[in-house]
Every structure is written in structure tokens, then in C-alpha cells.
């Protein structure tokens, strides 16, 4: 299995919602990424977990909370969001920095796409 | 602070012309660089990276470090080669790929 996925693959949800996206990979990667893409734009960088800890964290407003429970799922828990936070959402991996063979190659889901009502 | 910069937004070539993307960067350390690609309805992959200076799909990037460029190259354009082209460039031992802001590449027959 050499893919990312991502469900689900379109949300709507209200301001008062609490939803969670989830991403999930087998290829043994142990860096999982976020990243926010609105239209026209290129992927922002919101998150990074490494070893299954966050270590990068893009001054994201707390509505947004990542989490990783084991080194093949992430996911990302949304509450209070606002309707300029619709955006295609992605995950994202990579071998991880200590990996022998890093070539720091990002393999991307095909991304959630995010509506805030 | 690191920045990637892709100049043109939109680039459209005729079938068979000569193509080059311009990519620009502004790193202090020893930057890693790639080139990333979206072809329509498919997920962001990466097309090549420059430290592997492999030719893919019949496209090149050499890093002139001098002028702080990425440029990518294809000397016969093909219609499947549209699409939207996104230089990158990653630090922090590959933990960190800052985007520049893309160029979308059209080939007409």
C-alpha cells in the first residue's frame, strides 16, 4: 500500500460543530504532515508530527487540534471553525528524518474538502 | 526566513515547444529542492528532486546555487504535461517543504 487516504472526502459543518478529519498510511512513514490549501493557492503548512509527536506546529489557531494515536493515523479535530477555515484540507508523509534512506519526498492524500457554513 | 518564488502564474506553450518553469529561492543553509505536480483531478506528487539530478517525464532541473534557481526544464512540451507545477524547497532534515506559489502549465495542440 503505497498511498495516503484521507476521509472524508468533502465536509460541511457549522460554526458550532465539532468534526475530525482522519488520515491514514502503511507505507512505515514516521512523519504525518497537515497541510491547508485554499483555491488557487499552494498547500500551507499547519502541522507536523515526527515519532508520533508534534514538533511543528505553524502558530495554528487552537479550533484546529491535531492528533496522532499511532505512527499510521493522524487526525485533525475541528471546533468553533469559521467559514474563511473552508479550504481543501491535506495529510501528508514521509520516511521521517532519521529514517537511513530519507529522501524527503512528501506523498499527499488527495486532501478533504472543507465547508464552513 | 526561506521563500520560494515562481514568478509566472500561468505558462502556455504550443505541442512540441520548449518549456521552462522558473523557480527562485532564498535559503541561508543548504537547501533541498523539489519539483511537485498536480495533474488534474490527481493528488499533489512529486515529479524530481534535485539532489537525485534524474531526468523524469523528459524534465530537468539543474540548482544553480549562484543564482538561487530551480528551474524546470522540457525541450518538447506534450499535451499530458499540463498541469499545475509547484517548486518546493525543504529544511529541517526534510521536516519542513515550504511551496512556492505555483505555476500552471498549459500546452495546446
Known amino acids: 500500500d503505497t498511498e495516503v487516504t484521507q476521509t472524508p472526502k468533502h465536509l460541511v459543518m457549522g460554526m458550532t460543530n465539532k468534526k475530525s478529519l482522519k488520515c491514514e498510511q502503511h507505507?512505515?512513514?514516521?512523519?504525518m504532515y497537515w497541510y491547508k490549501q485554499k483555491a488557487k493557492k499552494p498547500p500551507e503548512l499547519m502541522f507536523v508530527y515526527s515519532y508520533e509527536k508534534l514538533s511543528i506546529n505553524e502558530s495554528v489557531p487552537s479550533r484546529f487540534s491535531p492528533e496522532c494515536p499511532n505512527s499510521s493515523l493522524l487526525n485533525l479535530h475541528l471546533h468553533a471553525l469559521q467559514p474563511e477555515d473552508s479550504a481543501l484540507y491535506l495529510c501528508?508523509?514521509?520516511?521521517?528524518?532519521?529514517?537511513?534512506?530519507?529522501?524527503?519526498?512528501?506523498?499527499f492524500g488527495e486532501g478533504s474538502r472543507l465547508t464552513v457554513l | 526566513a526561506q521563500r520560494v518564488t515562481q514568478p509566472e502564474k500561468l505558462l502556455s506553450v504550443f505541442k512540441g515547444a520548449p518549456v521552462e518553469l522558473k523557480c527562485n529561492y532564498s535559503?541561508?543553509?543548504?537547501?533541498?529542492l523539489f519539483w511537485y505536480v498536480q495533474y488534474s483531478r490527481q493528488r499533489l506528487q512529486l515529479l524530481l528532486r534535485?539532489?537525485s539530478r534524474e531526468s523524469i517525464k523528459g524534465f530537468t532541473a539543474d540548482l544553480n546555487k549562484g543564482e538561487t534557481s530551480f528551474h524546470l526544464k522540457k525541450p518538447f512540451a506534450q499535451e499530458e504535461d499540463s498541469a499545475m507545477y509547484y517548486c518546493a524547497l525543504s529544511f529541517l532534515a526534510g521536516n519542513m517543504l515550504t511551496f512556492g506559489g505555483g505555476t500552471r502549465l498549459m500546452v495546446k495542440p
Open positions: 507505507m512505515g512513514h514516521r512523519a
Open positions: 535559503y541561508s543553509g543548504s537547501p533541498e
Open positions: 534535485h539532489i
Open positions: 501528508a508523509s514521509s520516511q521521517g528524518r532519521l529514517a537511513v534512506r530519507n529522501t524527503g519526498e512528501l506523498f
